[in-house]
């Protein structure tokens, strides 16, 4: 049995079938995201495991002991909440130290784990600081090392950067992924944010609607989409139905629709060499947008289909619009859903 | 704002204030004074508060006064505090019927609330016909919506299901990471809404007329009786029973802001 054993789990609010029938694994010191839109269950996967929730139906294992039934505090896991959840009235110390003092260990061990933790997060200097005087960054930080000091078996991450800009968040996303690797702890950590779910992940579970959509590293999820929805959530697919998509390029992709990642579509002014394997049409560029790095082209092919091509941005656009062009891709990397 | 505006509202300010404390001043110097007929008072004298002070009926309403006012203060912080507890993170649901139960009292009178209270109770003889069970639980009625209102305040102003939660993934039990983690948060909202009860408490001569029995005797009944006696007297127990007003007030404000000083000291910064 792996580490985390989710099995056949249900979860109903009223009237509000919220998860159905979830099976997953979590394999030891992993860390596994569950990504997916707001309102797909994620978030209350996450509080089933950690107690917060009660599941309608299902089991769950943690370290081959079933604890389905067991209260929250007696699970042996660490949480980092969406919002800063640190105690307002205790400065930095006390906040790391509450769940060592609740284990009644001898007052110096406690001060050196804290103050080990608090070197790990960076933030030694602030240890007899208020959570008001700490920014989102920093607070977050503190609640990351008040749930990992007491070393829990399972930490679980909900959504924690979501409050934080967008600077910090990177370099947040990149802070946590050391800390964890660092200490091997089994980590899940939920999101909506599928970069964010790329940059930390080993292993991504794509939620909808209450179920695993696709689950696979990084990687796969992103190359290999197996849905139409995992497509639209992930990366910026073009989804065009496959009947359009074959009328363009004189191909055969099985399937309703087809999913094209716009980097791999290339643009030249000169037909390029035909090839084995590589799909060519001319088309007729209709717009353009700048990404910083990266020139987003819509091309419009015969028939009404649209493509968006994404091109490196070096020091001058190739290309304008109404500019007639041509489009070419590797056959197998076309997807046909 | 323009400056003219400035002075006529500081104009406006001082005319209220000291509109306000003509009275205070006035009954003070009353106090004070054997002789305030004419414009300059005249004879000063400390009688009247030596007169008060050796009267041991005046030191036992005193004494009983600060009984009745904090007993049941206590005991309603209490029942609130574990009432909105529960309502809080079990029945969420029954929160806005708590909140109109504990409302109604803002709508009862004195008078009426004293005498259903004795129509009620004072002719059964256990313990809650006792006439300081019947004032105590009276006064926890009357102060029940400023205490509820105080704390609830203070509740929604942090986010009291999340830090129970974040507590309880610690290994806290919720009830043990109320009082940990939620009272001392709310703490400011629990001393105004305290202050406020002792302030209506310590006024109040209605329900403790009715509801007593002769042998319990609180300030603004001595007072009562001071006037039929003297008024320099009565000037005299009035002015100790705004001091102890405003001594109860300073010492729980010298209090809390001690305790927010030092947390900002230790915070270092």
Not at chain 1, 306 to 325: I, P
Request: overall charge neutral; aromatic content about 8%; some cysteine.
């Amino acid at each position: 049995m792996a580490y985390i054993h989710f099995e056949k789990i249900n979860k109903i609010f009223g009237t509000n079938h919220v998860l159905k029938d979830i099976d997953l694994d979590v394999e030891k010191g992993q860390l596994v995201t569950l990504l997916g839109p707001s309102g797909c269950g994620k978030s209350t996967l996450l509080r089933c495991l950690a107690g917060l929730e009660q599941v309608t139906d299902g089991h769950i294992y943690l370290d081959g002991q079933e604890i389905t039934d067991v209260v929250p505090r007696r699970r042996g896991i660490g949480m980092v909440f969406q919002q800063y959840s640190l105690f307002p009235n205790m400065n930095v110390r006390d906040n790391v130290a509450y769940g060592l003092k609740l284990k009644k260990l001898p007052k110096a061990e406690i001060n050196q784990k804290v103050e080990q933790m608090l070197d790990i997060v960076g933030l030694s200097e602030k240890i007899s600081q208020y959570p008001a005087q700490l920014s989102g960054g920093q607070q977050q930080r503190v609640a990351l090392a008040r749930a990992m000091v007491t070393a829990p078996k399972v930490l679980l991450l909900d959504e924690p950067l979501s409050a934080i800009d967008a600077l910090l968040r990177k370099n947040l996303q990149i802070e946590i992924r050391r800390i964890q690797q660092q200490l091997g702890i089994t980590t899940i950590f939920v999101t909506h944010d599928q970069d964010e779910a790329m940059v930390m992940s080993d292993m991504i579970h794509l939620f909808h609607e209450g179920k695993i959509e696709q689950s696979g590293t990084p990687e796969q999820i992103y190359t290999r989409p197996a849905t139409k929805f995992a497509a639209t959530f992930i990366g910026n697919y073009n989804l065009p139905t496959a009947a359009d998509f074959n009328r363009a390029f004189h191909t055969d992709i099985p399937g309703q629709d087809v999913a094209v990642r716009p980097e791999i579509v290339t643009l030249t002014k000169q037909a390029p060499k035909a090839e084995d394997g590589l799909l060519v049409a001319e088309g007729t560029i209709t717009s353009h947008i700048s990404h910083g790095n990266l020139i987003r082209f819509a091309v419009e092919f015969e028939g009404g289909l649209t493509l968006n091509a994404d091109v490196v941005y070096e020091n001058k656009l190739d290309f304008g619009e109404g500019d007639r062009v041509f489009a070419a891709m590797k056959k197998d990397l076309v997807i046909g859903l | 704002m323009r400056k003219g505006s400035k002075v006529s509202s500081n104009i406006i300010m001082t005319l209220v204030t000291v509109w306000l404390l003509i009275p205070l001043l006035a009954t003070i110097i009353y106090s004070l004074f054997e002789d305030w007929t004419g414009i300059i008072p005249h004879g000063f004298t400390l009688a009247n508060y030596q007169k008060i002070f050796t009267d041991t009926a005046f030191l036992t309403s005193m004494y009983q006064t600060l009984l009745v006012c904090v007993i049941p203060i206590v005991i309603t912080i209490l029942v609130v505090l574990l009432g909105l507890f529960v309502v809080t993170v079990y029945f969420p649901k029954l929160e806005k019927y708590m909140q109109i139960l504990c409302m109604i009292p803002y709508t009862i009178q004195g008078v009426i609330l004293s005498v259903s209270i004795l129509i009620l109770y004072a002719k059964g003889d256990t313990v809650l016909s006792g006439r300081m069970t019947m004032l105590i639980g009276a006064y926890c009625i009357i102060i029940l919506p400023h205490i509820y209102n105080g704390i609830r305040n203070g509740m929604r102003a942090i986010n009291m299901n999340m830090l129970l939660e974040a507590a309880e993934m610690l290994g806290e039990s919720k009830l043990k990471a109320f009082f940990k983690v939620i009272v001392p948060n709310i703490l400011t909202g629990i001393t105004v809404s305290s202050l406020l009860a002792v302030g209506l408490l310590f006024g109040d001569y209605v329900i403790i007329r009715n509801l007593s029995s002769s042998n319990v005797n609180n300030m603004q009944k001595f007072l009562y009786q001071a006037m039929k006696r003297s008024s320099a007297e009565a000037s005299a127990v009035f002015v100790v029973i705004m001091l102890i007003t405003f001594a109860i007030t300073a010492i729980v404000l010298t209090l809390q802001s001690r305790s927010t000083l030092e947390k900002i000291r230790n915070g270092g910064k």
